[in-house]
């Protein structure tokens, strides 16, 4: 089991910037990749970034340039700073897991959000 708990989210007026974090405990070891994904009301859920264990990382061409993807392993705590936020971004943002059983991988565990509020 991994249990992952995120914060960091509020209210931001556009061009502005929050981190996220996402702590994780439990069976942490056996994470391969950690994500941020975002869902906004009436719209589907995207991954927004993600880093596998070897420190490699995704973005959505929504966020490049703007957001970063990182991890404190001594902290077992995974970030997202966003910057120059837009009212697009606003959403919920989940952090998740990726387990591999094999070359099988997926998010399989996810925490329980937070909402991050752009204003224009």
């Known amino acids: 089991q991994v249990q992952l708990v995120e914060s960091g989210g509020g209210l931001v007026q556009a061009g502005g910037s929050l981190r996220l974090s996402c702590a994780a405990s439990?069976?942490?070891?056996?994470?391969?990749?950690m994500g941020w994904h975002r869902q906004a009301p009436g719209k589907e859920r995207e991954l927004v970034a993600d880093i596998s264990r070897g420190g490699n990382t995704f973005y959505a061409d929504s966020v490049k340039g703007r957001f970063t993807i990182s991890r404190d392993n001594a902290k077992n705590t995974l970030y997202l700073q966003m910057n120059s936020l837009k009212p697009d971004d606003m959403a919920m943002y989940y952090c998740?897991?990726?387990?591999?059983?094999?070359?099988?991988?997926?998010?399989?565990?996810w925490g329980q959000g937070t909402q991050v509020t752009v204003s224009s």
């Open positions: 439990g069976n942490i070891f056996s994470i391969n990749a």
């Open positions: 998740a897991a990726e387990m591999c059983r094999g070359s099988i991988c997926s998010y399989d565990y």
